[in-house]
């Protein structure tokens, strides 16, 4: 899957519109990420970034973003950076996230996902840290998770 995906984000991102038409096809397959209007900026294997635009949809009741839309970008950054970085033969979960709320957050939000332990192959499951930092326009952090990912080996199919 993850040599697919980051098949598929080299291929349309030599277009124009590549990066909207990547997002739009990564929302096809988890379509909740679609609330938040993600655009993705950059992806490889370690690093993946996403753009969320401040709109009235995703706002609190101060006017800044929710943190939820910052935990779903979150996600969705580091999901996809460890679907393009763990080698063919394993799968990934989510399993827990942990946040810090840094500065009220106004205007476009950018996701950074990089990883917080090396990726490796492995005969048996194991927690990835995965490390997510949400800045504003200004390049200020706002937003923090470690989301732990489990890794394990793929079923052997028959």
């Not at 124009?16 to 938040?36: D, E």
């Amino acid at each position: 899957m993850s040599a697919n995906v980051l098949t598929l984000y080299k291929k349309l991102t030599r277009y124009p519109a590549g990066h909207w038409l990547f997002t739009r096809a990564v929302c096809f397959k988890a379509p909740y990420f679609a609330s938040i209007r993600p655009r993705f900026e950059s992806l490889e294997p370690g690093r993946c970034s996403a753009t969320m635009p401040h709109r009235r949809a995703i706002t609190n009741h101060l006017g800044t973003v929710h943190a939820i839309a910052m935990c779903n970008l979150a996600e969705l950054t580091g999901g996809v950076m460890t679907d393009v970085s763990i080698p063919n033969s394993m799968r990934w979960i989510p399993v827990g996230m942990s946040v810090e709320y840094l500065k009220k957050a106004v205007g476009t939000m950018r996701a950074l996902a990089t990883p917080g332990a090396a990726i490796v192959e492995s005969a048996s499951g194991y927690d990835l840290p995965v490390n997510v930092e949400v800045t504003n326009p200004a390049g200020e952090p706002v937003f923090r998770a470690t989301i732990a990912m489990r890794v394990s080996p793929k079923p052997k199919r028959d």
